[in-house]
């Protein structure tokens, strides 16, 4: 689930540091293999999530946001950023649907938004895959 919390009103350009907003992901523990993810954007911003590896040693919620508010997503496993459809996309529009399926080996994975100032915003979960 994405969504923006407290203000209820349309907004032009790019959200500001601070704005709070959501990225949920239930469960958030899940065994190794396909992996699909269903991301359904309640908010009313654009959002995306994107799959990308967390190194052994670092936290989820930790990366550092270039000039543009993003983060790197070197790595990447995959995204769901297409509105009502698989795959990369130009972000989920309000109120729509985008999915993805991605094999993930055992590890430590990191949900994020890379709208701009979204991941500082909060948009950002850890998902661990394990063995079992
Ligand atoms: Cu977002």
Not at 4 to 32: E, I, K, Q
Not at 95 to 104: A, F
Not at 118 to 129: A, P, S
Request: hydrophobic letters at 40%; one cysteine or more; aromatic letters at 4%.
């Amino acid at each position: 689930m994405l969504a923006d919390a407290g203000m209820m009103s349309m907004m032009n350009g790019p959200a500001p540091m601070g704005a709070r907003m959501l990225l949920r992901a239930v469960p958030a523990t899940v065994p190794a293999g396909q992996v699909s993810f269903v991301a359904e954007n309640v908010g009313w911003r654009t959002h995306e999530l994107v799959v990308l590896p967390l190194q052994p040693g670092y936290a989820a919620g930790r990366r550092v946001s270039g000039s543009d508010g993003k983060v790197d997503e070197s790595g990447s496993l995959g995204e769901a950023s297409a509105s009502c459809a698989a795959g990369a996309g130009d972000g989920l529009a309000s109120g729509t649907v985008g999915w993805i399926s991605v094999t993930l080996p055992p590890g430590r994975y990191e949900l994020v938004c890379n709208q701009p100032n979204h991941y500082i915003d909060g948009m950002r979960q850890e998902l661990d895959v394990t063995s079992g």
